[in-house]
């Protein structure tokens, strides 16, 4: 299994895949959501959005390379992949383990 490490010159977006409807957060380098999360459908002008908000943000925040994550769940998410791979973009599947921890607090209450 290969290993992805994001340096300071990535966006990172976070996907929840669905049936029909996915979800995607941009974050910064550094764990910083920016803006909301927005909705896309999983059909070919779904991903085109996606693709498009993306490079919006890339462009905005200054960064110079992308990164699509996603949980691997069943086959929903396979064309967007197949999309993403088509166009050069770079997709990792994350750890659903690694999602929860790092939507938890790391400091004591």
């Known amino acids: 299994m290969k290993k992805l490490v994001v340096g300071p010159e990535h966006l990172v977006i976070g996907i929840d895949i669905a049936k029909s409807l996915h979800w995607a957060q941009c974050i910064d380098p550094f ?16 991903f085109e959005n996606l693709v498009s908000k993306a490079t919006a943000c890339l462009k905005e925040q200054g960064l110079k390379k992308v990164v699509f994550g996603m949980e691997p769940t069943g086959h929903y998410g396979k064309a967007l992949a197949e999309y993403l791979v088509e166009l050069g973009y770079t997709y990792v599947l994350v750890n659903p383990m690694h999602v929860k921890k790092s939507k938890e607090k790391s400091w004591p209450v």
């Open 31 to 46: 764990g910083k959501k920016l803006g909301k999360p927005f909705s896309f459908q999983n059909t070919r002008e779904g």
